[in-house]
């Protein structure tokens, strides 16, 4: 064999383990940051529950909000939802104070394969007596100006203090009356945040 065919043959050879390389690079990079290679169904699949917040924490590489959620049978379970980064959900206008331990919340998730764990859609703050305005956060898949978006910007005043510059979710008000309003125009739980 002479020089230059071993010198392609071993060129040939270095490509393909890069190229190799860069694919299963790429394949671990997108399963770490796609959650929806761990969803138990499909994206538009919803999980309801209602519930406390345990713990919330802005962290990187995902903050984390602990809860104690309701299962239909009236037992409770503990859920891990994964958050965004600190550094994006601080450009969406969250705040550490902007939940607490004890809040009592009805959620909507995105169920993981994992048990117990899920990645949140909508989040219902809710307030601590009928006089105080709840808050409706919601995020991760309803971005932009959807339908569901603009229906609850017609209706709804945001949340001071909470103005993202992603446009990747957002906080509105929602009085008690609203609320019921709200459920009763778009009935199930959380309805108002389906398409």
Same mark, same amino acid.
């Given at each position: 064999?002479?020089?230059?065919?071993?010198?392609?043959?071993?060129?040939?050879?270095?490509?393909?383990?890069?190229?190799?390389?860069?694919?299963?690079?790429?394949?671990?990079?997108?399963?770490?940051?796609?959650?929806?290679?761990?969803?138990?169904?499909?994206?538009?699949?919803?999980?309801?529950?209602?519930?406390?917040?345990?713990?919330?924490?802005?962290?990187?590489?995902?903050?984390?909000?602990?809860?104690?959620?309701?299962?239909?049978?009236?037992?409770?379970?503990?859920?891990?939802?994964?958050?965004?980064?600190?550094?994006?959900?601080?450009?969406?206008?969250?705040?550490?104070?902007?939940?607490?331990? !004890? %809040?009592?919340?009805?959620?909507?998730? *995105?169920?993981? &394969?994992? #048990?117990?764990?899920?990645?949140?859609?909508?989040? $219902?703050?809710?307030?601590?007596?009928?006089?105080?305005?709840?808050?409706?956060?919601?995020?991760?898949?309803?971005? !932009? %100006?959807?339908?569901?978006?603009?229906? *609850?910007?017609? &209706?709804? #005043?945001?949340?001071?203090?909470?103005?993202?510059? $992603?446009?990747?979710?957002?906080?509105?008000?929602?009085?008690?009356?609203?609320?019921?309003?709200?459920?009763?125009?778009?009935?199930?739980?959380?309805?108002?945040?389906?398409?």
């Amino acid at each position: 064999m002479n020089l230059r065919a071993e010198w392609n043959m071993k060129n040939r050879f270095l490509l393909a383990v890069i190229a190799s390389g860069l694919v299963l690079f790429s394949d671990l990079a997108i399963s770490h940051h796609s959650f929806a290679q761990r969803l138990a169904g499909e994206i538009e699949s919803l999980e309801f529950y209602d519930g406390t917040i345990d713990l919330y924490r802005m962290l990187n590489p995902h903050s984390a909000l602990f809860l104690t959620l309701e299962n239909e049978d009236g037992s409770n379970a503990e859920w891990l939802i994964e958050l965004s980064s600190a550094s994006t959900l601080g450009r969406e206008g969250w705040t550490p104070e902007l939940l607490s331990s !004890g %809040d009592r919340v009805s959620v909507a998730i *995105l169920a993981s &394969r994992t #048990p117990n764990r899920g990645r949140l859609r909508a989040m $219902l703050v809710h307030g601590t007596s009928d006089t105080e305005s709840s808050r409706l956060i919601v995020a991760y898949g309803i971005r !932009g %100006d959807t339908p569901i978006m603009r229906r *609850l910007r017609d &209706r709804l #005043p945001t949340c001071v203090g909470m103005e993202g510059k $992603l446009n990747r979710g957002e906080c509105f008000v929602v009085s008690h009356a609203v609320l019921q309003d709200l459920e009763n125009e778009f009935p199930g739980q959380m309805g108002y945040v389906m398409p």
